[in-house]
């Protein structure tokens, strides 16, 4: 079993910073992989970056490559998300989500306010 807490959302100006992370129990965590995720208000869940277990390996939404950047360290059990250059249709519910193998375990959400 894996919990999933997510943190660091707030309100944003355009063309500012946020880091979220999402943090995890369980000592397989190091196994999982990881994506965050964003909803905004009337539209469905979309993807937004993926990392592998080890972090060697990440992939993006074309929307937010070259902006946003994905990373974990395993010994603290935590993924981040660092999002610059943030713009007004980056608001939505950000989430974290961690899988492996048959296990797929989602967080709470973060909500992330850019304003124009």
């Known amino acids: 079993q894996v919990q999933l807490v997510e943190s660091g959302g707030g309100l944003v100006q355009a063309g500012g910073s946020l880091r979220l992370s999402c943090a995890a129990s369980?000592?397989?965590?190091?196994?999982?992989?990881v994506g965050w995720y964003r909803q905004a208000p009337g539209k469905e869940r979309e993807f937004v970056a993926r990392i592998n277990p080890s972090g060697g390996s990440t992939n993006y939404a074309d929307s937010v490559k070259g902006r946003f950047t994905i990373s974990r360290d395993n010994a603290k059990n935590t993924v981040y998300l660092q999002m610059n250059s943030l713009r007004p249709e980056d608001t939505a519910i950000y989430y974290c989500n961690a899988r492996w193998i048959t296990f797929d375990y989602w967080g709470q959400g973060t909500q992330v306010t850019v304003s124009s």
């Open positions: 369980g000592r397989t965590f190091s196994s999982y992989v």
